[in-house]
């Protein structure tokens, strides 16, 4: 079972900054908190990740609370092409030791309206 | 940099036929990871790949299965094809960890 919880919808104004929450309260001390996005019949889009510092690039900000329970996904400027299913996944990092799997929730569906 | 390539990218099947599907991940990426896609379970993991080993495995029946070449390239098969098979099938590869995945485009199986 997927060890995040989102809100299934969320609509946002183009130009405005989008926010997506996400709520991980059993993510362990080695577990990395990971974004994507799947746009309409695409593959899945990898966005950004941390472990327990703000993290922002090209795309987004990762913004994680300090006893790291929750998170939030902000897309800055919000765009009509941002309209997609954002997933919020716990993995562990780590690549020659790793069994772990990445395991999808059901996302947030962010709708940006003109 | 080339990115996640699947082919085919559709497929139409019947019941009881076999399918392969193949991958071929991002130049220098050594593991490969397959997920099914449909409407009603979203996605879910199949299994990954690491230097020809399958070191992980969700939870699909034995008809699932695949392999990894040493160039990286990884197939998937399924035998005995259902109509519960019709999915959407990802590929992704990934340098540094499971965690952060390319994902292909996908193949559209439809079984009828």
């Known amino acids: 079972d997927a060890k995040t919880t989102q809100p299934p919808s969320m609509d946002c104004a183009e130009g405005r900054a989008a926010n997506l929450p996400c709520n991980h309260s059993?993510?362990?001390?080695?577990?990395?908190v990971y974004w994507y996005r799947q746009i309409h019949s695409q593959g899945p889009q990898y966005i950004i990740h941390g472990l327990k510092n703000n993290e922002t690039n090209e795309m987004a900000s990762l913004i994680i609370t300090e006893d790291r329970k929750s998170s939030t996904l902000i897309l800055p400027h919000a765009t009509l092409r941002d309209t997609a299913v954002y997933y919020c996944?716990?993995?562990?990092?780590?690549?020659?030791?790793?069994?772990?799997?990445?395991?999808f929730g059901t996302g947030t569906r962010l709708q940006v309206f003109p | 940099k080339a990115g996640v390539t699947q082919t085919p990218r559709y497929l139409i099947k019947t019941r009881g036929q076999q399918v392969t599907l193949s991958c071929s991940p991002i130049?220098?990426?050594?593991?490969v990871s397959w997920y099914q896609q449909t409407p009603g379970q979203g996605l879910q993991f199949l299994f990954e790949?690491?230097?020809?080993?399958?070191?992980n495995k969700g939870n699909f029946p034995g008809r699932f299965s695949g392999r990894q070449f040493s160039n990286s390239r990884s197939e998937m098969n399924v035998s005995t094809l259902e109509l519960g098979d019709s999915a959407l099938y990802l590929c992704?590869?990934?340098?540094?960890?499971?965690?952060?995945?390319?994902f292909g485009p996908g193949t559209r199986l439809t079984v009828t």
């Open positions: 130049s220098g990426h050594r593991s």
């Open positions: 996944i716990v993995s562990l990092r780590h690549l020659f030791y790793n069994t772990d799997k990445l395991i």
């Open positions: 790949y690491f230097s020809e080993t399958q070191r």
């Open positions: 059993t993510i362990s001390g080695n577990e990395y």
């Open positions: 992704a590869s990934s340098l540094e960890s499971p965690g952060e995945q390319y």
